[in-house]
């Protein structure tokens, strides 16, 4: 997830993406996507009448499940990326309702928040998630990063505003 814009006053935290960095990462899939299904369109199917030739086809040429799983995957992320444009995506910590809000509809109450989990997974190079653990023991996601020092400001102020801890989970 791209780095959040941060504006807080005493009672409110807001937390919006960066519409820009995911408007460039669409241009990038979009012509990839583009790439690929001009490559696709520009396949010899005149021989497929029927379902039982398509089938014959994939025997032949089982790379085609590939690309075709490819494609529907690539098509969701170009669709996800557009909602995101559109849309955008904004967190809103209300301390005077007490709730947590994702696009104005409400995602949990104060005292349902345990605790505000910084989670670490170690590899080439380490990403963080950003996580409200409820009471019940679930976790909503809130972000993940590749920058330990912005999660944890993020983190402090999100815990800071709702009155409770952070934990770190390697």
Do not use: H, W
């Not at 997974?121 to 963080?128: A, E, K, L, N, R």
Request: charged share 20%; aromatic share 14%.
């Amino acid at each position: 997830m791209k780095p959040f814009e941060i504006f807080r006053t005493q009672n409110r935290l807001e937390l919006t993406r960066s519409k820009t960095n995911e408007f460039i990462g669409f241009v990038v899939l979009g012509a990839f996507f583009c790439a690929f299904s001009i490559s696709v369109f520009n396949t010899d199917f005149s021989s497929v009448n029927s379902l039982e030739s398509f089938f014959l086809l994939i025997k032949e040429n089982p790379t085609y499940i590939f690309f075709g799983i490819l494609g529907v995957l690539l098509f969701s992320q170009v669709c996800s990326s557009l909602k995101f444009i559109l849309c955008g995506e904004k967190f809103v910590f209300d301390a005077v309702t007490r709730e947590v809000t994702k696009n104005k509809s409400t995602l949990l109450k104060f005292s349902d928040i345990k605790t505000v989990q910084i989670r670490v997974y170690s590899g080439d190079s380490d990403s963080y998630d950003l996580a409200l653990l409820t009471n019940t023991g679930d976790s909503k996601k809130v972000a993940d990063f590749n920058d330990l020092s912005y999660v944890k400001e993020l983190a402090g102020n999100v815990a800071d505003l709702i009155g409770i801890k952070v934990i770190i989970k390697e």
